[in-house]
């Protein structure tokens, strides 16, 4: 693995897909053993999660179902600000054992906003699990149950992770050369 150049930005190798590999098959293991004779229901949000969702779903041995969100934000009132909306979620989750699939935490804006409507729908349980962690950018603090790696406050792309569009066909994920 060398530098990569994503757009006008170069990029340095910092996880293989052996590192994400060997780290997923160790959740999908966790999760297999926390949900045995649940029957879950995965909610992955993408765009960014795609491939990290792929690639634990396939790892699970559980009977699980998995659904797949886009989050809209978009201007409410000047009273409640940026309004976070789920498209795409058909499914009921009162009662069920709920699993959001996040690509990345980052301030944890995104899912502080968006997690209460899905807690509201009143799912048994509710868990998080995420690829990666900043938490040096912790603005709303998140509990993640389930966690791929912490990393430093750095832009990240590949193993779906984008830069302005490109990178998440790159099989490992780089980091933003400063
Ligand atoms: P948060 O709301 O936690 O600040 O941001 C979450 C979203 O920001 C992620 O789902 C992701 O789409 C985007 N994001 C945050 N950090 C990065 C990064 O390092 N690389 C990429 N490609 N996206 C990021």
Redesign the pocket.
């Known amino acids: 693995m060398s530098i990569i150049r994503v757009h006008d930005k170069q990029f340095e190798p910092y996880l293989t897909a052996n590192d994400i590999n060997s780290r997923i098959k160790a959740l999908a293991q966790q999760l297999d053993k926390d949900y045995a004779g649940k029957k879950p229901l995965f909610i992955a949000?993408l765009?960014?999660?795609f491939i990290f969702a792929a690639d634990l779903f396939k790892e699970l041995s559980i009977d699980v179902e998995i659904c797949f969100i886009k989050l809209a934000s978009y201007k409410g009132t000047k009273s409640s600000g940026q309004v976070i909306t789920a498209i795409g979620l058909d499914t009921d989750l009162f009662g069920r054992d709920v699993v959001i699939i996040?690509?990345?935490?980052?301030?944890?804006?995104?899912?502080?906003e968006f997690l209460p409507q899905l807690k509201h729908q009143q799912p048994a349980s509710m868990k998080i699990v995420a690829l990666?962690h900043?938490p040096e950018?912790t603005?709303?603090p998140?509990p993640i149950d389930y966690l791929g790696f912490s990393?430093p406050n750095?832009?990240?792309?590949g193993y779906g992770?984008?830069?302005d569009g490109l990178?998440r066909n790159i099989r490992e994920i780089y980091?933003?050369v400063e």
């Open positions: 949000i765009n960014g999660s996040e690509d990345i935490v980052d301030t944890g804006k995104t899912l502080s990666l900043k950018a603005v709303f998140i990393i750095k832009f990240v792309v992770l984008d830069y990178g980091k933003l």
